[in-house]
């Protein structure tokens, strides 16, 4: 696991596919989760797949993000199909959470960039 918080985004293919964004706190027992709609996932496929020098704030940006039950530490690092057929994870992109609110509200938004100077 992250020394620092950090976040991965995944693209959660089902009967309502969706992104999901897994927010990763150092001594949290769960993933703090947020929902993503399918227009925001695919430019962030488009503009960020395969990469890790990411950096992330929340609170700020233009894509929406709508809270949803925490998640459990396993969806971390977890890709694959399902339980219980409710679909398949794909890892879109993860980095570093530079920005944060102080409570995690039910809604808000979500700015993505490159770390400066790395490809």
Same mark, same amino acid.
């Given at each position: 696991?992250?020394?620092? /918080?950090?976040?991965?985004? /995944?693209?959660? /293919? !089902? =009967?309502?596919?969706?992104? +999901?964004?897994?927010?990763?706190?150092? @001594? /949290?027992?769960?993933?703090?989760?947020?929902?993503?709609?399918? $227009? =925001?996932?695919? @430019?962030?496929?488009?503009?960020?797949?395969?990469? $890790? +020098?990411?950096? &992330? !704030?929340?609170?700020?940006?233009?894509?929406?993000?709508?809270?949803?039950? =925490?998640?459990?530490?396993?969806? *971390?690092?977890? !890709? @694959? &199909? %399902?339980?219980?057929?409710?679909?398949?994870?794909?890892?879109?992109?993860? #980095?570093?959470? %530079?920005?944060?609110?102080? !409570? *995690?509200?039910? $809604?808000? *938004?979500?700015?993505?960039?490159? %770390?400066? #100077?790395?490809?």
């Amino acid at each position: 696991m992250p020394e620092k /918080a950090a976040f991965r985004i /995944a693209a959660h /293919a !089902s =009967d309502q596919s969706h992104g +999901d964004l897994f927010i990763f706190l150092p @001594g /949290a027992e769960s993933l703090i989760t947020y929902e993503l709609q399918m $227009t =925001d996932l695919q @430019g962030l496929i488009a503009a960020f797949e395969n990469r $890790t +020098d990411l950096e &992330a !704030s929340i609170g700020k940006g233009s894509i929406s993000l709508q809270r949803k039950a =925490d998640h459990r530490l396993l969806y *971390w690092s977890f !890709s @694959g &199909a %399902i339980s219980g057929d409710r679909g398949t994870l794909r890892e879109v992109c993860r #980095g570093l959470l %530079i920005e944060s609110p102080v !409570s *995690w509200p039910g $809604t808000t *938004w979500l700015e993505i960039f490159d %770390i400066p #100077g790395r490809r």
